[in-house]
């Protein structure tokens, strides 16, 4: 790896591309400490305390945004809960499925409608969490004051979405990719900090070194089963174009174990902390008889219960969520009719398979196999970060990159970029090589 940077920074052409990464994540770093007016940092770091939830995972998406609320402080989330709603409608309406079949113009509405849904959902959720922060009195605002927060917020978002975009035009790699990374990892100097207080005075070392080795060992893990693939041969049948005979050559379709990604840990940490989530904005009203007796005490006591990492239970269902979610996102992305369709159409199969509905069932099979194996492995990286310090005797509350979705995403966005400048290399590549 050090090795491909070397030899890419030495490319004129592409140490410009670098640079700019660079400089747009200088600017996102100037964003994140914009801060919004009317805020009370001293409440609002007590209610990142006493609540987390959905909060303090938007909080990681954002950079530590969202506990300081600058105008970077809804980050790039809404994007992402609006990509997967498209990609979730697109498989629902075959009106939509088609026009992302009809290529680059396709593929261009699609995302201007997901750039739509974004600009909505940044303000909804923007006018939610101000909302929130005045009724818990930690920001102080009138409705127009909130309408411009929200704006603002709002505006914040869709400048990550663009700077993104340019990255992806004038960098290296996704540029919506590389926002999230740097989100997730602007924070990470703070939480290192916070690690080392609750350890430095205890002098616990063993469980620091437990701790190093928890974190490199999920890293090792997540990159082999990233880049691990079940490769089925394909035997391309052979055709006449003119006078010439084309085809007849044998390849392989790469099948990722880890097809859905991190979506479905998303999906399901999203869902847990819900009604934790609902129940925390709700005001307490507590029976006059017993303070405990209240109508909003039991339920958030069943709030609570749900949260991963209050107990056994709790995080046992977290993981068979996180499981049904990967089957399920893994179909949506993954149609195995489709791709029993057009290899029959273009005149391919599997050998030892009939083309249609045989090559349709075998298809499922294999991605229902390797599907269980990428979501045991999903489920398995999402409640490391809550048994940890069972046996690292260290409370990893505030480091979010031992395992869980931070750190799936840091290190697939890093290896995809290594992929996206190797590719930028090898064309230069053939460029001197066509010039010579």
């Given at each position: 790896?050090?090795?491909?940077?070397?030899?890419?920074?030495?490319?004129?052409?592409?140490?410009?591309?670098?640079?700019?990464?660079?400089?747009?994540?200088?600017?996102?770093?100037?964003?994140?400490?914009?801060?919004?007016?009317?805020?009370?940092?001293?409440?609002?770091?007590?209610?990142?305390?006493?609540?987390?939830?959905?909060?303090?995972?938007?909080?990681?998406?954002?950079?530590?945004?969202?506990?300081?609320?600058?105008?970077?402080?809804?980050?790039?989330?809404?994007y992402i809960n609006a990509s997967i709603i498209m990609q979730l409608l697109v498989a629902a309406i075959p009106q939509?499925?088609?026009?992302?079949?009809?290529?680059?113009?396709?593929?261009?509405?699609?995302?201007?409608?997901?750039?739509?849904?974004?600009?909505?959902?940044?303000?909804?959720?923007?006018?939610?969490?101000?909302?929130?922060?005045?009724?818990?009195?930690?920001?102080?605002?009138?409705?127009?004051?909130?309408?411009?927060?929200?704006?603002?917020?709002?505006?914040?978002?869709?400048?990550?979405?663009?700077?993104?975009?340019?990255?992806?035009?004038?960098?290296?790699?996704?540029?919506?990719?590389?926002?999230?990374?740097?989100?997730?990892?602007?924070?990470?100097?703070?939480?290192?900090?916070?690690?080392?207080?609750?350890?430095?005075?205890?002098?616990?070392?063993?469980?620091?070194?437990?701790?190093?080795?928890?974190?490199?060992?999920?890293?090792?893990?997540?990159?082999?089963?990233?880049?691990?693939?079940?490769?089925?041969?394909?035997?391309?049948?052979?055709?006449?174009?003119?006078?010439?005979?084309?085809?007849?050559?044998?390849?392989?379709?790469?099948?990722?174990?880890?097809?859905?990604?991190?979506?479905?840990?998303?999906?399901?940490?999203?869902?847990?902390?819900?009604?934790?989530?609902?129940?925390?904005?709700?005001?307490?009203?507590?029976?006059?008889?017993?303070?405990?007796?209240?109508?909003?005490?039991?339920?958030?006591?069943?709030?609570?219960?749900?949260?991963?990492?209050?107990?056994?239970?709790?995080?046992?269902?977290?993981?068979?969520?996180?499981?049904?979610?990967?089957?399920?996102?893994?179909?949506?992305?993954?149609?195995?009719?489709?791709?029993?369709?057009?290899?029959?159409?273009?005149?391919?199969?599997?050998?030892?398979?009939?083309p249609g509905k045989p090559t349709a069932d075998y298809l499922d099979k294999v991605v229902s196999r390797i599907t269980?194996?990428?979501?045991?492995?999903?489920?398995?990286?999402?409640?490391?970060?809550?048994?940890a310090p069972a046996f690292t005797g260290v409370d990893i509350g505030t480091f979010s990159l031992v395992g869980g979705?931070?750190?799936?995403?840091?290190?697939?966005?890093?290896?995809?970029?290594?992929?996206?400048?190797?590719?930028?290399?090898?064309?230069?590549?053939?460029?001197?090589?066509?010039?010579?």
């Amino acid at each position: 790896m050090l090795e491909t940077l070397i030899a890419a920074w030495k490319l004129p052409d592409l140490r410009q591309r670098i640079l700019f990464v660079f400089g747009a994540f200088a600017v996102y770093t100037v964003g994140l400490h914009i801060p919004v007016p009317g805020i009370d940092h001293a409440k609002m770091e007590q209610l990142f305390s006493q609540m987390g939830g959905v909060f303090g995972l938007v909080d990681v998406f954002s950079g530590g945004a969202l506990r300081k609320f600058t105008i970077f402080a809804m980050g790039i989330v809404p994007y992402i809960n609006a990509s997967i709603i498209m990609q979730l409608l697109v498989a629902a309406i075959p009106q939509w499925k088609e026009l992302q079949k009809e290529g680059e113009t396709g593929r261009k509405e699609i995302a201007k409608r997901t750039r739509y849904l974004t600009v909505a959902l940044a303000f909804l959720q923007s006018l939610g969490i101000s909302i929130t922060l005045v009724r818990s009195q930690i920001l102080t605002a009138n409705w127009w004051q909130l309408m411009v927060t929200a704006i603002v917020l709002t505006a914040g978002t869709m400048f990550l979405l663009w700077l993104g975009e340019q990255i992806t035009d004038k960098g290296v790699g996704n540029g919506v990719s590389l926002i999230i990374f740097a989100s997730i990892t602007a924070s990470l100097p703070w939480q290192i900090s916070k690690v080392w207080e609750a350890v430095a005075p205890l002098q616990a070392w063993m469980s620091l070194i437990l701790l190093v080795v928890v974190f490199l060992g999920t890293i090792v893990g997540i990159v082999y089963v990233t880049q691990a693939q079940r490769k089925i041969p394909i035997q391309h049948a052979r055709r006449i174009v003119g006078m010439r005979q084309v085809g007849g050559h044998s390849s392989f379709l790469p099948l990722k174990i880890a097809m859905a990604g991190v979506i479905p840990i998303i999906f399901a940490i999203s869902l847990m902390l819900l009604p934790m989530t609902i129940v925390t904005a709700i005001p307490a009203v507590a029976n006059a008889a017993s303070p405990e007796a209240g109508f909003p005490y039991y339920v958030r006591v069943a709030a609570q219960w749900l949260a991963p990492g209050d107990n056994a239970l709790a995080l046992l269902m977290y993981a068979i969520v996180i499981v049904i979610f990967t089957y399920f996102y893994t179909a949506v992305q993954f149609d195995v009719n489709d791709m029993a369709d057009n290899l029959k159409k273009y005149g391919s199969y599997i050998p030892g398979i009939r083309p249609g509905k045989p090559t349709a069932d075998y298809l499922d099979k294999v991605v229902s196999r390797i599907t269980f194996a990428g979501a045991l492995f999903l489920a398995a990286v999402a409640i490391i970060q809550y048994i940890a310090p069972a046996f690292t005797g260290v409370d990893i509350g505030t480091f979010s990159l031992v395992g869980g979705t931070s750190l799936l995403i840091v290190v697939g966005v890093a290896l995809d970029t290594m992929q996206s400048i190797e590719a930028q290399m090898l064309m230069r590549n053939y460029e001197g090589f066509l010039r010579e």
